[in-house]
């Protein structure tokens, strides 16, 4: 397989794959959307590229966010390689979701972290069951107690 065909490949698998694929820059900026992205955050490739992740991120979550992304930009580690993410994003509408993402840090030919990319789903129905479950769970606790 040539570099070309490796290439095209690659850009069809971030344009076709059902989840979310997001790359920020060393600074926060938007470089790369795909389809999915647009379709969790509703805002097109036009309007993320070259917008900071405060465009995904709710405003109460931001300081915390900034904070650790700026401490793994300089230390060009992030604890959280492997594991699943679980937090709160915003959609173009406003609307708040929920999502679970993974991370992995992109370097340049020097080993300089150029920033991370992340792989999103959202996961705001799941969340929702799952709330509602654990509301039932604990009425038919309380119940139980008072029998």
């Known amino acids: ?6 290439s095209r490949l690659c850009r069809q698998i971030v344009e076709k794959v059902g989840d979310a ?9 938007i ?3 795909n389809g999915a992205a647009t379709g969790i955050f509703g ?18 979550q931001r300081q915390v966010h900034w904070k650790g992304y700026g401490r793994v930009m ?9 594991e699943t993410l679980a937090v709160p994003a915003i959609r173009k509408t406003g609307e708040r979701i ?8 992109l370097r340049d030919a020097d080993g300089k972290v150029q920033g991370p990319v992340a792989v ?9 069951r799952e709330k509602k479950m654990r509301a039932h769970v ?10």
């Open 21 to 29: 694929v997001i790359f920020a820059d060393r600074d926060g900026i």
């Open 43 to 60: 805002y097109t490739e036009e309007e993320a590229l070259g917008q900071s992740l405060d465009l995904i991120i709710p405003e109460r």
């Open 74 to 82: 300089v230390d060009g580690a992030t604890k959280y390689g492997s």
């Open 120 to 128: 999103i789903r959202d996961v705001t129905a799941r969340w929702e």
């Open 31 to 33: 470089r790369l959307w």
């Open 98 to 105: 929920s999502i679970e993402f993974t991370i992995a840090l």
């Open 138 to 147: 604990a009425q038919l606790e309380a119940g139980y107690t008072t029998l």
């Open 1 to 6: 397989m040539t570099e070309e065909e490796k």
